[in-house]
């Protein structure tokens, strides 16, 4: 499994080919990744995916996206479900203003590209032009055979990382994972922090997340943690401690881990939001603060047990 980041590194033959995003690598994404990974290894050719980073939205509008994934989370969501070699190509203007030829050709230069999978709706190239007839013309030229994939959708409508993104953004996590197919997850180096959960009996892991990822709003949540094969049961706080610190302006992330006592410092967790429990309030004492982490640790622990 390579994970490559950028096409000039690769240099392949009989490959065959997906090209998207993939953020979050979703339920409706893994019915074009399973068919790939399942073809390829049929023919024994590599099964390739080629992604973007950053977003390519992000670029062609000037509008900020934050992902479900960062680069490796999706590659190794990809490589878990057969996929042999990911490349994570830059997304630049320049990179945007090439037509649908010049980029296949590109493709077919270091894949040696024999079959493409594409989604129902995809397009590439300057001004969107290279749709799936189009690439069929190319294919005839350049020697790479086409077949679109239809969408997977369910009650709600066809699966979309925008979707997806909005119930993040709202603080849905059980619908977010639903439609992932697994729960949502932030992973960070353990850092140093104020240390004033420490001081309350309540240490918290204060954990330095990507800032380019899709953060929930601002809240108290039920997570699962995990520290290398360990894990753990996590009250988890996002926000501001507007309690302590009111003109904080970057959410910190801070999880207690439950029946829990050691020095994770320098060590890698990743949290797996479950369930958000309520919204983040200032107090006006640090005793009422202590019976609501309290609460907010016996809720967590109900409704984690409860889903084992």
């Keep these: 499994m390579s994970h490559y980041r950028s096409l000039e590194e690769v240099s392949l033959k009989n490959s065959h080919l997906t090209v998207g995003v993939f953020d979050g690598v979703h339920r409706g994404h893994r019915e074009i990744i399973h068919k ?22 992000s670029v062609l509008t000037g509008r900020e996206i934050r992902c479900l994934t960062t680069p490796d989370e999706r590659a190794d969501l990809l490589f878990s479900l057969g996929v042999d070699s990911v490349v994570t190509q830059r997304f630049t203007p320049d990179l945007a203003a090439l037509s649908a030829h010049e980029y296949m050709s590109r493709l077919q230069t270091h894949l040696g590209l024999r079959r493409l999978l594409i989604g129902y709706d995809f397009a590439l190239g300057k001004g969107r032009e290279g749709n799936a007839p189009r690439l069929g013309e190319i294919g005839s030229e350049l020697g790479y055979t086409v077949e679109v994939v239809s969408a997977l959708g369910d009650e709600s409508g066809v699966i979309s990382s925008t979707e997806i993104r909005k119930l993040v953004s709202t603080g849905n996590m059980p619908e977010a994972g639903k439609l992932l197919g697994y729960p949502y997850s932030m992973s960070g180096e353990v850092i140093h922090g104020e240390g004033r959960g420490k001081k309350i009996n309540f240490p918290t892991a204060n954990i330095a997340y990507p800032k380019n990822k899709a953060i929930p709003p601002n809240g108290i949540y039920a997570c699962r943690a995990r520290l290398g094969n360990e894990r753990f049961m996590a009250a988890t706080n996002i926000g501001l401690n507007p309690t302590f610190t009111p003109e904080r302006k970057i959410p910190s992330l801070e999880a207690y881990l439950l029946d829990f006592d050691r020095d994770i410092y320098g060590e890698t967790l990743t949290l797996e939001f479950v369930s958000r429990l309520r919204d983040e309030i200032r107090y006006t004492t640090v005793e009422a603060l202590i019976e609501q982490i309290h609460e907010d640790v016996n809720q967590t622990r109900e409704i984690l047990s409860a889903k084992d």
């Design 36 to 57: 790939l990974a399942r073809d390829a290894h049929a023919m024994d050719a590599p099964a390739v995916v080629l992604t973007f980073d950053p977003h390519p939205a």
